[in-house]
């Protein structure tokens, strides 16, 4: 199979006709092998701009909404970055192809080390893997550029806009179930921030000690 010409195929189809116009998160979809990021048997529907179950009852988020906040952060060939939520790695590898450096954090133990193994295989080298809660980011690698939050949060969280650098950008969906809006906020000064919506999406939720209980009914 040329996976070359199905990558080139779910880039114009599920992201540039939707609207994605950011050329260093084009061309890294059209290089990382997003087959190898799904469960075994599961590569066929790799390419469908749909979640797939990864375990641990997680999800790979669909492609155009991953192409969307990485647009959104506005990701530079020098900037440091973090992802909260790792889950299969795709996200991350996709961020470490355009960035310089990725962290990635993820609470599930079995899933980061999947990952890492992943990018180990693909000779991704600038990304370091941690298992922990993202809701309180990565304090010892801040300042960040962007910080990608990959699950959904009850409110942003006050360590992430901190681990922000000037003019650093943190993406994050805010709320629960059908009512969640993706938000942009960015640092304006030391202690300024614009926050804008950018409209209504669905995620796992994010979980831990600034974010929702593992113990809350709708989250076991
Ligand atoms: N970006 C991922 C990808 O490309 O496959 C998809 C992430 S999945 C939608 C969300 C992930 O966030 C799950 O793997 C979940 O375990 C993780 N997660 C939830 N709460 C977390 C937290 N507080 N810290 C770190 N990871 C968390």
Redesign the pocket.
Known sequence: MDMTRIRDHMVEHHVTRRGIRDQNVTAAMRTVPREK?VAPGCEEFAYEDA?LS?G??????QPFI?ALMLEKAKLDAGDKVL????????????ISRIARQVYS????ES?ALQ?SERFEKLGYRNIDVRV?????GWPDAAPFNAI????SAPQVPTALKEQLGLGGRLIIPVGRGEEQRLKRITRTGATAFEDEDLGGVR???????D??TAAHPMYT
């Open positions: 990021f979640p990864i641990e009852g997680q999800t790979i988020s991953v992802e909260v939520g790792t889950g299969s790695g795709y996200a991350s590898a996709l954090i993820e609470r599930h899933l990952a922990g809660d993202g809701s309180k990608i939050v990959s699950a995620f796992v939720p994010l979980i831990g000690e974010a929702w």
